[in-house]
């Protein structure tokens, strides 16, 4: 029982590189949602999918991109790494429009950049 | 709109003592509430949640949160700290309307001495 898998666990950019952060669960939810996480601020929403071929912004989500071409799979795109970028990144999914049943996070993916 | 907040940064108790973290929160429609926990370097772990059923929830690990709607509060409580409580705490409200998403307090620290 997977539940939700991010890669990588760490990662160190230099300022102007792009990567992907990869999410992907096996439970079968329509919805998923990517967060970052800074000291002391608690989780910010960056962007989320209701379902494959669905995305919205939330809170944060200026210098990401995010596609969802599969139910299972929800990457993150940083286009031009910044040092403000440096955070914990966290994929959720949930079963629930209502959200009443929690989500379900990854263990988080580490990156630095510098 | 929504909003949570954790009234605490940090919370320090002795072992076998009672925990008490504080939340309130604020919501335009009937929210539910929830606590996660996250141990260092790992993701975060549904500990309880509040769905409009019985306004006392009991989670996992001895916690439990009861909500108030005349005082908007959703306060951690535990009878009896462990070592391996220690961990941060977060407090998130959700309002049930449409996309809702999760909004997560700031978090609160909980360290505890032998």
């Known amino acids: 029982n997977a539940g939700v898998t991010q890669t990588p666990k760490f990662r160190i950019l230099k300022i102007g590189q792009s990567m992907t952060l990869q999410c992907a669960q096996d439970?079968?939810?329509?919805?998923m949602y990517w967060y970052r996480q800074d000291p002391g601020m608690g989780l910010k929403l960056i962007y989320y999918?209701?379902?494959?071929?669905?995305?919205d912004k939330g809170e944060v989500p200026n210098g990401y991109n995010v596609s969802r071409s599969t139910t299972e799979d929800f990457p993150l795109r940083l286009e031009l790494a910044a040092p403000s970028q440096t955070s914990v990144y966290f994929c959720?999914?949930?079963?629930?429009?209502?959200?009443?049943?929690?989500?379900?996070f990854g263990s988080g993916t580490r990156l630095t950049v510098v | 709109a929504q909003s949570v907040t954790q009234l605490d940064s940090h919370v320090s108790v002795s072992e076998g003592t009672p925990v008490l973290l504080r939340c309130n929160y604020s919501?335009?429609?009937?929210?539910?509430l929830f606590w996660y926990v996250q141990h260092p370097n790992k993701g975060l772990q549904l500990l309880l949640k509040?769905?409009?059923?019985?306004?006392l929830v009991k989670g996992i690990n001895g916690f439990e949160a009861e909500f108030k709607k005349s005082e908007t509060s959703f306060h951690l409580t535990k009878p009896s700290a462990h070592m391996s409580d220690a961990a941060e705490y977060f407090c998130?409200?959700?309002?049930?309307?449409?996309?809702?998403?999760?909004?997560f307090g700031k978090g609160t620290m909980l360290l505890v001495s032998p």
């Open positions: 999918s209701v379902g494959a071929g669905i995305t």
């Open positions: 959720a999914s949930s079963y629930s429009r209502e959200s009443n049943y929690g989500y379900t």
């Open positions: 509040y769905t409009s059923a019985a306004t």
């Open positions: 998130v409200v959700s309002e049930n309307s449409g996309y809702s998403t999760l909004t």
């Open positions: 919501s335009s429609y009937s929210p539910s």
């Open positions: 439970m079968n939810h329509n919805y």
